[in-house]
């Protein structure tokens, strides 16, 4: 073990591939990549948001068992190099395009599986278990290739190595781009075809599977270059389902999908990855037709006021209907922010002539970016801050907050109203609106006052009450909550001013004024209670509605894990997604996780278990390597995270992230082997440089990318995102092929040590991909991370007690033939 095998395969059956193997690895890293990336919005769209991490954990899973079986079956190692990749590029091609088919078709219905003892329970669990498998098996012969590529590569496994990594490196860079262009479905056959086209490479021209590859890429060919020839995406019951749309795009946020609320309306719903986002209504260009936002919601931080903002800023424009009101109440300058650039196209480009050219107006400058990072790039004082909520045009479909129960909301942090607070001129207000189910249990609307709660204490204000003014629009089908924050006190003028637009309203009552007793339930004791009053009913809380900080960004996370794992046993019979449904479908996915892990990584391993159980140090090396699974994916998902609120995107987050992550971690594997000689004084210096780093990303960073970098360009954001990220990858990246050498040393069955080492690492890692945002939910991303310093720490010990073998090297890197692509 530990030296370099020079393919001497024979061929049988296949010929020499046209394609250089340093291509077909680059290619097929490429298609790897690009598949995952697209999964990503895929299961997002058909799903939920918080199905992301689980996609990361399938393709590492995929991956992981394609290289054990290739180390586990002798009967594969003696197959000719060209064979393999012939056989495994059809075939992942093939698994590629029905994968999609099982994805887009198969019927889910999550919220069902809780209703223990069903037929639907257990068919919806089945179903859902089928997307998993679906997923997680158009990479197994990703695995496989990029495991016999390296492995034979000889003394050209340097080049074959940086091949592989550009290959991923490129994936990374354009997956963005092309999910754009040509919508994640076809980016997933473009995979495909890309699969295809190296296995029409690498068969013989006459032969059958020749002939089979070529029919497969013209199929593929039309997939990719037709927009309509692919079924569309089945979402699950919780969802709403648009088969017919007046205009559909999906784009690196969310999908969008345009449709007509009944045929005798003039307006259109805007739909947001299957959920209720915003409305765009018919405007002729005359704000005086814009009448019917007088009996609004919308009119009261008007009526506050009393006269029009010089200034305002409209963070989440979406659809444009806060624009049409401002205009309405003659707002001469008003800046809308929306993230989406679909949403933003509708507006400027695909329906302007309906909406009355909105942004052409003379008072509006529409921006498409992230809220946050604009805010953070001017130092303009605004009379008015407005915070649309993801709902909030459709407030009685709070249903839709199910999409962000699990993901991260950093406009709702404490220190995003303190920088919103901060940029308000002296009579300035903000205003934030949510959507409720019931405001029996008003989550977000208590969550958010407690949280501008502490940010107004953090600014030095002694009594928040005088700050706070609350509002909400009841009816038969929900609740529309309105929160107007200001950094001096309300005056008695604006207070009756806001009650007397309260009273004007239909169905809009009033729960907190500075000077006015209002005996209205929780919302009005959290806003007018002393601060003693506060900390005690949201100690005392059955729902999470503590204050939420950029730490732990979950806005939308109500319900406790203890409480759910007390209650899991509970049928859930509800029609409210913020009561436990998503927290439990993040435990499931664990479970899911780890059945499949333990079934394709450890149980292939029945097959040479004579040769397992003559492995010395087996405990030992398994707490080894588990550590570092848990302990990677721990730093590199909560710095996805992280990442999301500094880049903007959450697909650029995860694009960046890996991208960097990957080029860093390969690098630090091949200079690992000049560590390898003493390699036990080296483990120690690397946990050190580890601990460093962790400092640094917990003390330093934070700051740092809400700084002044925040407000710097996107391409400046992205370079510096990468140069922090690389000492990580670096470092990381020595620790498992030091760790492998040092088993493979240890027995003549180095081979089956090494698979051994990289099984019990991925199915770590495959767990870690999920464990890490529980985690992240339950306790934030600071304690997660020194978690992973922890478990890195651990590793370190479980290293130093290993025995010495006969020789001590870092392993060859035709021995660990995925250790990139595992890396992420």
């Known amino acids: 073990m530990g030296v370099a095998r020079a393919d001497t395969h024979v061929s049988r059956g296949v010929g020499t591939s046209r394609v250089p193997r340093w291509l077909t690895i680059l290619l097929v890293s490429l298609a790897g990549l690009l598949l995952e990336v697209s999964y990503t919005r895929i299961i997002s769209f058909k799903l939920w948001y918080y199905y992301t991490y689980l996609v990361i954990g399938l393709a590492l899973l995929g991956i992981g068992s394609g290289s054990v079986f290739v180390a586990v079956f002798s009967p594969v190692r003696r197959w000719a190099t060209e064979r393999i990749i012939a056989l495994c590029s059809v075939w992942g091609a093939v698994s590629i395009a029905v994968g999609y088919l099982v994805v887009a078709k198969v019927h889910v219905n999550t919220p069902a599986i809780w209703d223990y003892g069903t037929r639907s329970s257990f068919t919806n669990l089945f179903r859902l278990g089928a997307v998993s498998l679906a997923v997680f098996a158009t990479f197994i012969a990703f695995g496989i290739i990029v495991a016999v590529l390296l492995g034979r590569a000889g003394d050209g496994i340097g080049r074959m190595y940086f091949s592989d990594l550009v290959g991923a490196g490129l994936g990374c860079l354009l997956a963005i781009p092309l999910i754009t262009r040509l919508e994640p479905p076809r980016v997933v056959m473009l995979a495909a075809l890309i699969f295809a086209v190296v296995g029409l490479a690498s068969c013989p021209p006459r032969s059958l599977l020749f002939g089979f590859a070529a029919i497969i890429s013209v199929v593929l060919v039309v997939t990719v270059v037709s927009k309509h020839v692919l079924p569309d995406i089945r979402t699950e019951d919780g969802k709403l389902h648009t088969p017919v749309t007046k205009y559909s795009a999906w784009g690196p946020v969310f999908r969008v999908d345009v449709v007509q609320f009944t045929p005798d309306t003039s307006g259109y719903l805007l739909v947001h990855d299957g959920t209720f986002g915003s409305g765009i209504r018919r405007f002729d260009g005359n704000p005086a037709s814009l009448g019917a936002y007088a009996k609004d919601p919308r009119s009261i931080p008007f009526h506050v006021l009393a006269k029009p903002p010089g200034r305002e800023l409209i963070i989440g424009s979406a659809g444009g209907n806060e624009i049409l009101s401002s205009l309405y109440y003659h707002a001469p300058d008003i800046e809308a922010v929306e993230l989406n650039p679909v949403t933003v196209s509708l507006l400027t480009k695909h329906f302007a002539d309906y909406t009355g050219h909105l942004p052409q107006q003379t008072a509006v400058h529409l921006h498409q970016g992230d809220g946050r990072s604009y805010l953070a790039r001017t130092n303009a004082k605004y009379d008015l801050t407005w915070f649309v909520a993801p709902d909030s045009y459709a407030a009685t479909n709070a249903a839709s907050s199910g999409a962000f129960v699990l993901s991260e909301s950093y406009l709702y942090t404490t220190q995003m109203i303190k920088n919103t607070l901060q940029h308000l001129t002296a009579n300035g207000i903000m205003v934030v609106q949510f959507g409720e189910l019931s405001f029996d249990t008003p989550n977000r609307t208590s969550r958010y006052i407690v949280t501008a709660r502490r940010a107004l ?263 510096f995102a990468g140069a922090i990220l690389i000492p990580l990858g670096l470092c990381l990246g020595m620790f498992m092929p030091l760790g492998l050498g040092r088993v493979a040393s240890l027995t003549e069955h180095g081979e089956e040590y090494v698979a051994w080492g990289w099984a019990v690492n991925g199915f770590f890692s495959v767990i870690g991909s999920v464990l890490t945002t529980i985690l992240s939910m339950a306790v934030g991303f600071r304690l997660v991370q020194f978690a992973a310093l922890g478990a890195y720490a651990i590793a370190a010990i479980a290293f130093t007690t290993l025995p010495a073998g006969s020789r001590v090297s870092a392993i060859s890197l035709d021995e660990t033939p995925t250790l990139d692509t595992l890396s992420v």
Request: net charge positive; aromatic share 10%.
């Open 457 to 719: 204490a953090q600014l030095g204000v002694r009594d928040p009450n005088n700050h706070l003014l609350v509002a909400a629009q009841l009816n038969k089908t929900g609740a529309l909550s309105t929160i107007v924050v200001k950094g001096t006190t309300f005056t008695r003028a604006e207070t009756d001013r806001f009650l007397g637009a309260i009273a004007g309203l239909p169905e809009q009552h009033p729960y907190a004024a500075p000077g006015h007793v209002i005996n209205g339930g929780v919302v009005s004791q959290l806003a007018s209670g002393t601060n003693a009053q506060v900390a005690s009913i949201v100690s005392h809380s059955t729902e999470n509605i503590t204050p939420v900080d950029d730490d732990a960004p979950y806005f939308w996370h109500f319900s406790r894990f203890r409480d759910v794992l007390a209650h899991i046993g509970q049928p859930l019979k509800t029609n409210d997604p913020e009561s436990a449904i998503g927290e439990r479908v993040l435990l499931l996915l664990l479970a899911i996780a780890t059945l499949y892990a333990g079934v394709f990584l450890l149980a292939p391993f029945f097959a040479v278990r004579r040769k397992w159980r003559a492995l010395p140090a087996k405990g030992t090396s398994a707490v080894y390597f588990a550590a570092l699974g848990l302990g990677f994916m721990f730093y590199e998902i909560t710095m996805i995270q992280r990442l999301v609120q500094f880049l903007g995107y959450p697909t650029y987050s995860l694009t960046v992230t890996l991208a960097a992550i990957l080029l860093s971690t390969g690098v630090g594997a091949l200079l690992s082997s000049r560590f390898a000689p003493r390699a036990r004084s080296a483990v120690p210096i690397l946990l050190a440089i580890l601990a460093a780093l962790t400092l640094f990303y917990e003390l330093a960073l934070p700051s740092i990318l809400d700084g002044a970098l925040l407000s710097s360009g996107l391409a400046l954001r992205v370079l």
